[in-house]
């Protein structure tokens, strides 16, 4: 393959004093406030969830359409929109992105009607997807290799730290502002990475970039990520033998297969399937989609188990999460540094390794399990997360040529969105699995008086997520025992999820064996001052 260079699009007349437009750190920092404002909003809009469901009228459907409506159209558009910046500069499409993101958050604030609030959680899903990609092939064509992973070490410091944060900021921001505050947060953090990014982002592009859109492949693509999103989000709704799921993953799977097809025959396709065949980017895919399964799908169910079984505030559990947070802000840059030493093979391995212990630590959880041993096991997956965070990345989007950057960013984000919904549904699954087996012993066992078959199973539904099933006006003895039968059961279906989740995490440190350091991260020439 010929060498890769870039070309300045930017008129040096437009730009700051010499040395300042492109220089790497001032990139990075400009970049990570745009994806900062995307990753806060990941789980900063669940706890505005409950307000915003009273003071609209919304119905449970409505809010579960302003996280879905969100999730949909970021995961379909992702890798279009990592194309989109090959085409048009990632410079371009990093400001437009956030723009969009910070302008539709604001409008959001300002609406009144749930349905509004939907729509335009489509448009900032899409404005996400734009940004994202854009923000990584920024920080490729940018930084020389020797220095790549640092920044992406920093980039994933940001992203853990964010998301993390989320639950503590929308905490704070509900309780003694409004649901609104949830959403205008972004626009001053939109308007200043704008701003930032006007002054110190360059534009290089590569000069074999394709210069025409896979019209086709965008279409087969799209189709098939929202059917297999589709049903994985709906799937402990209508459940996984059901007709619907069925036909929703069949259609995303023959979706998949024409689109791959279609990449095959295409001059210029939009995801050209050679980047597979280095076995580097294909395993660091793999393992990206295995990390989101075990970390997003584990951690769906730590919030159910700190606020409805401890009884903590969105805030208090969001600050018994700290230690996960804080690993991940101290670990990652110094993941960035190491594999920058040696290379991504043993951090990912022996993180993965990390991410396994701490969901098998996990999974001795009790009711009544101290905060200190809690803990250990937050410090320990964050720990393992950070180098799997940096290192993915790096074997991404440093394996695949400057050209397909933005695709590649894209292909990484999809990863995540994929592994953190499949694991979300699976995950939910079992629990959901267990407690079904679980509730009538253990309900019998404490001699409860069995209900109706409707109520049993309005019993089971409220014990999948940690809910104690207590009626009103029940004896306090009666409302004791139901809830202890609750809460035991939850507890017991959700170490059994987090024995899946550390399996999984086991398989994704076999995989880590088959990754090495990117064989395309050769930043510009021009990316000094370092």
């Not at 001032?26 to 406030?33: E, K």
């Not at 958050?105 to 009607?113: P, T, Y």
């Not at 448009?123 to 990584?136: D, K, T, V, Y």
């Not at 019993?459 to 099933?469: M, R």
């Amino acid at each position: 393959m010929s060498r890769t260079t870039v070309a300045d699009a930017t008129p040096p007349a437009l730009g700051p004093r010499k040395g300042l437009r492109g220089h790497p750190w001032l990139t990075l920092i400009s970049v990570a406030f745009g994806v900062m404002m995307v990753a806060l909003d990941g789980t900063i809009v669940s706890i505005a969830n409950p307000a915003i469901q009273k003071d609209l009228g919304a119905s449970l459907a409505d809010v579960q359409w302003i996280t879905n409506a969100y999730l949909l159209a970021l995961a379909v558009a992702l890798i279009t929109a990592g194309k989109i910046g090959d085409r048009f500069g990632h410079r371009l499409v990093f400001l437009i992105g956030t723009t969009g993101f910070a302008f539709s958050s604001g409008l959001i604030a300002l609406s009144h009607g749930v349905s509004t609030v939907v729509g335009l959680r489509v448009l900032q899903g899409l404005c996400g997807a734009l940004l994202m990609p854009s923000a990584l092939g920024v920080l490729r064509a940018t930084f020389p290799a020797e220095r790549l992973n640092m920044a992406l070490g920093v980039w994933g410091m940001v992203i853990g730290a964010s998301t993390a944060g989320g639950p503590i900021v929308g905490g704070l921001l509900v309780e003694h502002v409004n649901w609104q505050s949830v959403f205008f947060i972004n626009v001053p953090v939109g308007a200043l990475a704008v701003v930032l990014g006007l002054l110190f982002l360059k534009d290089r592009r590569a000069e074999h970039t394709s210069r025409s859109f896979d019209v086709p492949g965008i279409v087969l693509l799209s189709a098939a990520m929202f059917c297999l999103v589709w049903a994985l989000i709906n799937a402990a709704d209508w459940h996984w033998g059901s007709t619907r799921t069925l036909l929703f993953l069949g259609a995303s799977a023959l979706g998949f297969l024409l689109f791959a097809l279609w990449q095959l025959r295409s001059r210029e396709p939009l995801l050209p399937l050679g980047l597979f065949r280095s076995v580097p980017l294909s395993a660091g895919t793999v393992l990206m989609v295995l990390m989101a399964f075990a970390f997003i799908g584990g951690l769906f169910f730590v919030t159910f188990y700190l606020q409805n079984v401890r009884g903590m505030s969105p805030v208090s559990s969001g600050l018994h999460l700290l230690p996960t947070t804080a690993m991940m802000i101290v670990a990652s840059p110094l993941a960035g540094a190491l594999i920058t030493r040696i290379g991504p093979r043993i951090p990912l391995a022996v993180g993965m390794a990390s991410t396994a212990a701490a969901c098998f630590g996990l999974a001795a959880l009790t009711p009544h399990t101290s905060t200190l041993l809690m803990s250990v096991w937050f410090v320990l997956l964050g720990i393992g997360l950070a180098p799997t965070m940096v290192g993915a990345t790096e074997v991404i989007v440093g394996n695949a040529p400057l050209e397909h950057a933005g695709v590649a960013g894209g292909l990484q984000q999809s990863a995540m969105q994929v592994g953190g919904s499949l694991g979300t549904a699976v995950l939910g699954a079992v629990v959901a699995s267990r407690v079904n087996h679980l509730l009538p012993d253990n309900w019998a066992a404490a001699g409860l008086p069995r209900g109706t078959p409707e109520q049993m199973a309005q019993a089971d539904s409220a014990v999948q997520v940690g809910v104690a099933p207590v009626p009103p006006g029940a004896p306090p003895e009666l409302a004791a025992r139901i809830s202890t039968v609750a809460h035991d059961t939850f507890v017991s279906a959700m170490s059994t999820g987090f024995v899946v989740s550390g399996c999984i995490a086991v398989c994704a440190a076999g995989v880590a064996l088959l990754t090495r350091r990117g064989e395309h991260a050769t930043g510009s020439a021009g990316a000094g001052h370092i």
